[in-house]
T-cell receptor, first 111, second 113 residues
Framework: GNSVTQMEGPVTLSEEAFLTINCTYT??????LFWYVQYPGEGLQLLLK?????DKGSNKGFEATYRKETTSFHLEKGSVQVSDSAVYFCALRQGTDKLIFGTGTRLQVFP | KAGVTQTPRYLIKTRGQQVTLSCSPI?????VSWYQQTPGQGLQFLFEYFSETQRNKGNFPGRFSGRQFSNSRSEMNVSTLELGDSALYLCASSSDGDNYGYTFGSGTRLTVV
């Protein structure tokens, strides 16, 4: 079945460092791909999405490109801030099937 | 546009009791999904309702049930609570089709003592 694999955390960075969180997926066909973020004590918020190969999703300085050839959707940000500290979830959805999540990656940014 | 509203935010129940959680989706969304989030198991899918019918179901015991009303509001019920049911329960609504992600509520934090 379909699945999502994320890099283990926590990812610990200094403010203004470059961020990459790896995400790969397994799916039959061409799912839509998403990144969600969860701040402490809150629900999940949609950060960005891409619905077809080579699409780039972007929001709040974060970017991810849908790579069909490597079945990847890595999250990147050029300069992280302390306020970006949160848990990031990669997810996919295909048709009317459920949204399938990775295990989440905790990001900690220090001043 | 109002977001997804979950009530209550916090709940403490005793083992063996039952509990009902409520979710009001974004206006116009006909799909409502429920997830359980725990530190050990991460996000686990419970079920999805679409137009009052259960469309997808996760691997939870029959103690976990849900329903959806004609106005798309949804409830989930857990009977005979166990300590392991302590979790954050998240509801999400969606327009149909895979181009749409889910919009999540803030969750209900259930503690079973």
């Amino acid at each position: 079945g379909n699945s999502v694999t994320q890099m283990e955390g926590p990812v610990t960075l200094s403010e203004e460092a470059f961020l990459t969180i790896n995400c790969t997926y397994t799916a039959t066909g061409y799912p839509s791909l998403f990144w969600y973020v969860q701040y402490p004590g809150e629900g999940l918020q949609l950060l960005l999405k891409a619905t077809k190969a080579d699409d780039k999703g972007s929001n709040k300085g974060f970017e991810a490109t849908y790579r069909k050839e490597t079945t990847s959707f890595h999250l990147e940000k050029g300069s992280v801030q302390v306020s970006d500290s949160a848990v990031y979830f990669c997810a996919l959805r295909q048709g009317t099937d459920k949204l399938i999540f990775g295990t989440g990656t905790r990001l900690q940014v220090f001043p | 546009k109002a977001g997804v509203t979950q009530t209550p935010r916090y709940l403490i129940k005793t083992r063996g009791q039952q509990v009902t959680l409520s979710c009001s989706p974004i206006s116009g969304h006909r799909s409502v999904s429920w997830y359980q989030q725990t530190p050990g198991q991460g996000l686990q899918f419970l079920f999805e309702y679409f137009s009052e019918t259960q469309r997808n179901k996760g691997n939870f015991p029959g103690r976990f049930s849900g329903r959806q009303f004609s106005n798309s509001r949804s409830e989930m019920n857990v009977s005979t609570l166990e300590l392991g049911d302590s979790a954050l329960y998240l509801c999400a609504s969606s327009s149909d089709g895979d181009n749409y992600g889910y919009t999540f509520g803030s969750g209900t934090r259930l503690t079973v003592v």
